[in-house]
């Protein structure tokens, strides 16, 4: 766009993590989320991924690209005796290790937590998985819905009037996995620094949706109601007269003031004591987004957004994720990064004025470093 800040180069200098070398046995999204997390701050990372690959290779979408960036393939087979030592040989030199199987499978394929503390004392090895390492459901398969099912989340409707919950359309217990898991790492890192003592992490997806899901529990997971405290009427979706969707959030006083003061002509209904406080306004809810509903739909989006701005009410056209990516203000504050493979959101934090994170390479294909990798091994050469 014109005037718009150029997207983040790839020179960008080392991470904070530069010198932290992670292998990674993990696969589909909650474990690379994780470990790209890491390699964007500049860790080192190898993938090592069966003679089949990770299974998102084979998924339609962008999935695997999307979750691999910075990382190095390497392919071993751990059902074989030379795959296992050459696993381990790895790991005896990592800082950090993270599987994603379910329990009992790193023990088949002799990556146990046992196996590779014993030669690596100090790892940090983090384990993901769906119900955890312990529990009457440990050995239950799942995938991101049923782990929000499992949490709680889906219990919650997305929008006032709804009956029925909503899937979210992003993988929100899979985010939550890897967003515990880089802290949790981090952490044992930190502790590490002074103890020299490493850790084993078990981290549940579902526990990690069930930690996001308290927030909206009233703070109290024994209450027997479901919440849904987080619904306001004016603090919603509204579609315009021309199709396009528009979020309004106008939950605190101020905001609902000036919302009814904006629409006071078209609305004159909002002026009524029934809407007089944020706990009226909730009583007679269906009534309220009746009539803000039928307000929005008289004008196309335009012009909302702009009697909007003027009026200081928060609101926003809803954005497909390219269109949020090229946005002037993305671009400026510098999170979207170029590479080889496209364009990118990078960590998404910025320290001292720029962006943390750091993209040098796209998602490897399938085995493009075993020979690098294992040679350097075998030679007695650092192979990160």
């Not at 960008?12 to 994780?34: N, T």
């Not at 996995?177 to 981090?186: E, G, K």
């Not at 949706?209 to 919440?227: C, I």
């Not at 106008?250 to 209904?269: G, I, K, Q, S, T």
Request: hydrophobic share 45%; aromatic share 6%.
């Amino acid at each position: 766009m014109t005037g718009a800040s150029a997207p983040t180069p790839i020179t960008a200098p080392p991470g904070c993590l530069s010198g932290v070398r992670v292998l990674d046995l993990s696969s589909y999204l909650p474990g690379p989320f994780c470990t790209q997390i890491l390699a964007d701050l500049g860790a080192s990372v190898i993938k090592v991924e069966g003679p089949g690959g990770d299974a998102a290779r084979q998924l339609p979408g962008a999935l695997h690209e999307s979750a691999n960036r910075n990382k190095r393939s390497v392919v071993l087979d751990l059902k074989t005796d030379r795959g296992q030592e050459l696993g381990r040989r790895l790991a005896a030199g990592a800082d950090v290790f993270v599987e994603g199987f379910r329990p009992g499978v790193v023990d088949r394929l002799g990556m146990s937590y046992s196996a590779v503390r014993a030669v690596n004392p100090s790892i940090v090895y983090c384990s993901v998985s769906g119900f955890g390492q312990t529990g009457p459901l440990r050995d239950v398969p799942g995938h991101d819905v049923t782990y929000l099912a499992a949490s709680g989340v889906l219990s919650f409707p997305g929008s006032w009037g709804d009956r029925l919950p909503r899937r979210p359309g992003v993988p929100v217990s899979d985010l939550a996995a890897s967003t515990y898991a880089t802290v949790a790492i981090l952490a044992a890192l930190y502790q590490r620094r002074d103890t020299g003592e490493g850790a084993h992490l078990d981290l549940a997806i579902t526990d990690a949706a069930l930690a996001f899901a308290s927030v909206r529990a009233d703070a109290n997971l024994d209450d027997q109601g479901t919440d849904h405290s987080h619904l306001h009427p004016a603090n919603d979706l509204f579609e315009a007269a021309d199709g396009v969707t528009i979020a309004i959030g106008a939950v605190e006083e101020h905001f609902w003031e000036r919302l009814a003061a904006m629409l006071a002509e078209e609305v004159p209904a909002l002026a009524d004591p029934r809407f007089g406080s944020a706990t009226a306004r909730r009583a007679a809810g269906d009534e309220l987004v009746t009539l803000l509903r039928r307000a929005v739909r008289a004008r196309p989006a335009t012009e909302w957004l702009a009697a909007f701005a003027a009026a200081d009410i928060p609101a926003h056209r809803v954005l497909s994720v390219p269109e949020a990516g090229r946005s002037p203000h993305v671009r400026t504050r510098g999170i979207v990064a170029d590479s080889a493979a496209g364009r990118h959101v990078v960590f998404p934090v910025l320290r001292d004025g720029a962006a943390m994170g750091r993209v040098h390479s796209p998602a490897p294909a399938l085995g493009a470093h075993t020979e690098q990798v294992l040679t350097d091994l075998m030679a007695g050469k650092e192979p990160w």
